[in-house]
């Protein structure tokens, strides 16, 4: 069975962070064992290395995977301190467990590491209160957005500059229709489900998940990672693989299948800081405009993906996508009519 790009990802994601940890505290070990050569240097190092080993591998696996797992498919939606309390407790089941069995395995326990020694129950403390700390951090850069919360505390949009973007904005089809056949609770739950769908696809392409207005998404890359091997065009197709894997599902819980359009153009904006009592990162300029425009211009004429020929031309032309030009299309409200391309498959 083929492997997808986003199991790749993550599986290549979980290979990184548990390599580096054994190794990290291994060399940890080392410097417990003060760098000697003596036969407790060697079990400090085999000890650091298997609990830096098995603690990334369990608490990783969790953090990437969890949202696979059936089991723990409600922790994503789980409300906010119930969430950190959960993982919290988790991390620190891990740590206990895996670091008391580090000496059973190697077959050597530490003078003053006993479950009651203060070295012990110390270093427990402080794993479970940086876990905890680690938690809330995360929770809160995912309800801002990966890495937007790295940029309130930086500042790097405090003074508004000028950049160039990729943006894609992507609509649920005949929401208001929906809401009436199925009811607005009910649509509720299928609109955030949905965004839950895309949103693995999203990131797997370096995007960033930039607003969300109404059943719309709007999606940016910054240039060099959205252009990189067409990852804004993967995107798209990733997020009809993700909601057709998943069709069933929804027609069993909503009876119907999700259906969706979108756009995509590239152009400079002018991004920073705005409000005071709400504050949010935003992008301004006729790029986003003349997005949402293409947007329409998808419903306008039935198509599931239009491309502007501005990004097309900088995409070079992969082989692995085929462009059809449609032409020239009148964008409301502006002047000049924009080249399109449909994306065939």
């Known amino acids: 069975m083929r492997m997808s790009a986003l199991d790749r990802t993550k599986l290549r994601t979980l290979l990184i962070v548990v390599v580096f940890s054994t190794i990290g505290s291994a060399i940890f070990g080392v410097l417990i064992g003060e760098a000697s050569a003596d036969s407790s240097n060697i079990s400090s190092i085999l000890i650091g290395a298997y609990n830096g080993c098995l603690i990334s591998l369990l608490i990783a696996s969790f953090e990437i995977f969890s949202g696979d797992m059936g089991a723990l498919f409600w922790l994503k939606r789980a409300p906010f301190l119930l969430n950190v309390v959960v993982r919290s407790v988790y991390y620190l ?4 467990l895996v670091v008391k069995s580090s000496f059973a395995v190697v077959g050597v326990e530490p003078v003053g590491w006993g479950w009651r ?9 402080v794993l479970f209160a940086n876990s905890i700390m680690f938690n809330v951090i995360a929770r809160i850069d995912q309800m801002l957005g990966p890495g937007v919360l790295a940029k309130f505390l930086t500042g790097h949009y405090y003074r508004p500059r000028e950049e160039e973007r990729i943006f894609m904005f992507l609509d649920l089809v005949g929401s208001t229709a929906l809401a009436e056949h199925i009811g607005h609770l009910a649509s509720h739950r299928l609109l955030n489900e949905f965004i839950r769908d895309l949103s693995e696809p999203i ?5 960033e998940i930039h607003d969300y207005v109404g059943d719309e998404v709007i999606v940016t890359w910054k240039p060099e990672l959205g252009l990189h091997q067409g990852r804004c065009i993967r995107c798209f197709i990733d997020i009809c693989e993700a909601i057709d ?3 069933d599902t929804y027609q069993l819980k909503y009876g119907v299948i999700p259906q969706f359009r979108a756009a995509l153009h590239i152009g400079p904006v002018v991004a920073g800081e705005m409000g005071v009592v709400k504050q949010a990162i935003k992008f301004l300029g006729d790029t986003v405009n003349t997005t949402a425009k293409i947007e329409t211009a998808c419903k306008k004429l039935g198509e ?3 491309v502007s020929v501005d990004l097309v031309d900088r995409l070079g032309h992969p082989d692995e996508f085929a462009f059809e030009d449609i ?3 009148s964008l409301r409200g502006k002047t000049e009519p924009l080249r ?4 065939n498959s």
Request: proline share 3%; glycine share 6%.
């Open 93 to 96: 089941a891990v740590f206990t």
């Open 117 to 125: 020694d203060a070295n012990f129950l110390t270093t427990i403390t």
């Open 203 to 207: 990131l797997v392409s370096r995007g």
């Open 245 to 247: 894997a998943r069709s």
């Open 304 to 306: 599931p993906l239009l």
């Open 327 to 329: 032409g020239l299309v």
């Open 340 to 343: 399109l391309f449909r994306l």
